[in-house]
Every structure is written in structure tokens, then in C-alpha cells.
Nanobody, 129 residues
Framework: QVQLVESGGGLVQAGGSLRLSCAAS????????MAWFRQPPGKEREFVSA????????HYTDSVKGRFTISRDNAKNTVYLQMNSLKPEDTAVYYC??????????????????????WGQGTQVTVSS
């Protein structure tokens, strides 16, 4: 069983920054593929970003490219999402997800919520205009 705990959400003005963290349990974190999804108010959950067990394998949805950066620290069993130039449309509950098996995949594969084995409880990000 893997537990994921997100933190770092909050209220920020448009143009501001936040860094989300997701701490994972488990002794083989370095082999996990990790992702961030978000669910805006009244909408379905959507893919934001993913990082394979190879840290250079990163993927982003088009709307956050150039603004968000995903990274991982295997020594701390933690994945991060640095969010810059935030916009009101980034307002959502942000969820961390873990896929605990398999080779590095394409970005399209990582965007499918159904492939992930574990999910965190979510952290609220609110961007005011």
C-alpha cells in the first residue's frame, strides 16, 4: 500500500506562484511514475503533468507548459509541482497520483487517470483575479 500526501495549496493572486509537494510512502519510490491531476469546480478531473521514474521523462498539458515544472526528489520520496504565473483558470483541487510499475511511457499514456494505482486526498489551489 502506498500513501500519498499533498501539501502546498492555498490562495494566491493571479501572476503568483505556489509549489505543491506530494510525499509518498514505500521503499521503491524511485521506480514510481508520478503525476499531478486537477479538478476545477464543476468539471472533471484533468491531467496536468507527469514524471517517469527517469526524471528527464516529463510531460505537461498544453495549458501549463512554460508555467509549471514537475520534479522529484527520490531521497525524500517526494514529487513537486512548481506553479508560476498562475491564472484564475488554474483554480482546482490538485491531486497527486502514483503508477508503481512499468517502463517510461508516452505523455498520452500518462494522461489517463485509470492507469494510476494510488491517489492522494487533494490540495486546494485558488487563484484570485
Amino acid at each position: 500500500q502506498v500513501q500519498l500526501v499533498e501539501s502546498g495549496g492555498g490562495l494566491v493572486q493571479a501572476g503568483g506562484s505556489l509549489r505543491l509537494s506530494c510525499a509518498a510512502s514505500g521503499r521503491t519510490f524511485s521506480s514510481y511514475h508520478m503525476a499531478w491531476f486537477r479538478q476545477p469546480p464543476g468539471k472533471e478531473r484533468e491531467f496536468v503533468s507527469a514524471i517517469g521514474w527517469s526524471a528527464g521523462n516529463t510531460h505537461y498539458t498544453d495549458s501549463v507548459k512554460g508555467r509549471f515544472t514537475i520534479s522529484r526528489d527520490n531521497a525524500k520520496n517526494t514529487v513537486y509541482l512548481q506553479m508560476n504565473s498562475l491564472k484564475p483558470e488554474d483554480t482546482a483541487v490538485y491531486y497527486c497520483a502514483a503508477l508503481t510499475r512499468g517502463p517510461n511511457y508516452s505523455g498520452t499514456y500518462y494522461s489517463r487517470p485509470g492507469i494510476y494505482d494510488y491517489w492522494g486526498q487533494g490540495t486546494q489551489v485558488t487563484v484570485s483575479s
